[in-house]
Nanobody, 125 residues
Framework: QVQLVESGGGLVQAGGSLRLSCAPSGRTFSNNAMGWFRQAPGKEREFVAAISWSGGTVYYEDFVKGRFAISRDSAKNTVYLQMNSLKPEDTAVYYC??????????????????WGQGTQVTVSS
């Protein structure tokens, strides 16, 4: 398993932006498909976005299309989630996740073998 560390969460007003970062601890993940998930209080974890190991394919959940963008920088060994036009309903703990080496992109949380501890995103109205 890969140890993942998220950063970049915080408190922002509605309409604002945040950029989340995810980096592994102790190894690279250049050949791992990556994803972002979120969990709001009292709700189940839900898929947000995913990116293939090459960066050539991305998936988004409908509620973030046009507002969020997932990307990866292999040189920095980091995956990003740029979040624009944030809404109060985007408030949640955001988790970074990695699939095992060489596997394809996925929207399913059960397909990811490594998870970060999460970073809180709070959007005020």
């Amino acid at each position: 398993q890969v140890q993942l560390v998220e950063s970049g969460g915080g408190l922002v007003q509605a309409g604002g932006s945040l950029r989340l970062s995810c980096a592994p601890s102790g190894r690279t993940f250049s050949n791992n498909a990556m994803g972002w998930f979120r969990q709001a209080p009292g709700k189940e974890r839900e898929f947000v976005a995913a990116i293939s190991w090459s960066g050539g394919t991305v998936y988004y959940e409908d509620f973030v299309k046009g507002r969020f963008a997932i990307s990866r920088d292999s040189a920095k060994n980091t995956v990003y989630l740029q979040m624009n036009s944030l809404k109060p309903e985007d408030t949640a703990v955001y988790y970074c996740a990695a699939r095992s080496y060489g596997l394809g992109i996925s929207r399913l949380g059960a397909d990811f073998s490594s998870w970060g501890q999460g970073t809180q995103v709070t959007v005020s109205s």
